[in-house]
Structures are given as C-alpha cells and as structure tokens.
C-alpha cells in the first residue's frame, strides 16, 4: 500500500460538472499539498495546507477549491472546469520538524483529470 | 525567466553508458536542491539531495555550483531502470517558508537501452 492514496485515478467530465477529488496520507505527516502537472510543463504547486490550515494558495482560480478536514485527508472540489484544466492533479505530503523541510515529498499516483 | 530550467533531453544511451544531466536555477538566494525521479505514468520520488560540497549515492552523483547556479546529475554504468524523466527541484529561501515551496524543472527523460 503506497503511503499516499488518490481516487479517483481517471476522472473525465463536463465543463458544468462539480466532481471531487480525494487524497489520503498514511504516513502521520502534518503537510498537504496539490499540485498540477501538465504536458510538457514543470509541476505547479496549487494548495499548501499545514495542520489542516491553508497555508498557500499560488493564485488558483475560484474552480478549484481545496478542503483539509484533518492532517490525514485532503480533497480538491473541481466545478465548472476549462477543458485546459485537463491534466494530472497529484497530491502529496510531507514532515515539517523542527523549523526545517527535509525535500522530500511523498507522491500519491496522481488523478487524471479530462474535461470535455 | 523560468525558475528552474533544464537541459530537455530527451537522452537515449546504451546500458553502461555514463549520462548527465543539468539545470539552471534563477533565484540565488536559494537555499536547497534536489533531484527526483518519475517512471512513466508514476509518481515523482525523491532520488536525492545536492548539497553544496557534492555528493554520491552508488552510481548517481549530484553537484551544485553555487556561483554558476548550477546543478547536475551524473549517473554512471547506466541500467535499463535508470529509464525515467529526472525533475531537478529547488527550494528557494526568499519565500520564507520551510513548507514544500518547491520549484520543478520540466524533467529530462532518459531512455536507457539494451
């Protein structure tokens, strides 16, 4: 079982559609994020959340909207998406100790989004 | 100027071939590096850090050059597992946050052949 779990791993759908997408760590870290992964373009970070608090939002538009019950569970609200919002959404978590960041992010297998 | 940018390959070599790889970041306050790994339709790993005195790990070996700012990869005796897109990833320190800020090149993909 990978530390990092992501459903649905396809996802299509319609530009008035509202879907979700939801992410899940196993690993007890205490940092979340989304992150959009285009063809041919470098990873964009989306949403930063820290103790279930949003600490990052990197201009995202209003479509997209993330929720962070708890440490362990992060979701992606999608409505009324653009057919380029099509790409890989991944989610991912990490350990924040002791006031420094260690690199390393956990990737979960990622959700392949296509809107029609 | 884009924050990381890297040499875009794609790299076909033969097994036991030695390959590198390089990236160029902008913001040279920064502060850590990194090079991860992603296999086809997979996830990106963490392969390993670049610390500035540089460092070795079995055949893969990482450099950074902080007045060029540059960074590379070097992997020795190639294996046909060695065949994925490798992301270099910076962490820079203006935004003062040491949460995941990170900052992907676009990747090199490398293909490794028998």
New interface residues.
């Given amino acids: 079982e990978t530390g990092v779990t992501q459903t649905p791993r396809h996802l299509v759908m319609g530009m008035t559609n509202k879907k979700s997408l939801k992410c899940e760590q196993h690993l007890g870290h205490n940092?979340m994020?989304w992150y959009k992964q285009s063809a041919?373009?470098?990873?964009e970070?989306m949403f930063?959340y820290?103790f279930k608090e949003q600490?990052?939002n990197n201009s995202v538009p209003s479509r997209f909207s993330p929720e962070c019950p708890n440490s362990s569970h992060l979701f992606l609200h999608l409505h009324t998406l653009q057919p380029e919002d099509s790409a890989l959404y991944?989610c991912?978590s990490?350990q924040?100790g002791g006031?420094?960041?260690?690199?390393?992010?956990f990737?979960?297998?990622?959700s392949r989004l296509t809107v029609l | 100027r884009k924050e990381v940018e890297q040499d875009p390959g794609p790299f076909n070599v033969p097994e036991g071939a030695t390959v590198a790889f390089n990236c160029t970041y902008s913001n040279s306050a920064s502060q850590s590096f990194f090079w991860y790994r992603q296999d086809c339709r997979k996830e990106p790993k963490l392969l390993m850090s670049v610390y500035s005195s540089g460092n070795e790990d079995g055949r893969f070996t990482a450099q950074l050059n902080r007045a060029s700012q540059y960074i590379s990869l070097l992997i020795r005796d190639s294996k046909l597992s060695d065949s994925a897109t490798y992301l270099c990833v910076v962490n820079p320190a203006d935004r003062g946050s040491t949460l995941g800020r990170l900052y992907f090149g676009r990747g090199t993909q490398l293909t490794v052949w028998p």
């Fill in positions: 940092a994020y041919k373009k470098p990873l970070l930063v820290n600490t990052e991944l991912a990490s924040k006031g420094t960041y260690t690199g390393e992010l990737f979960g297998e990622g």
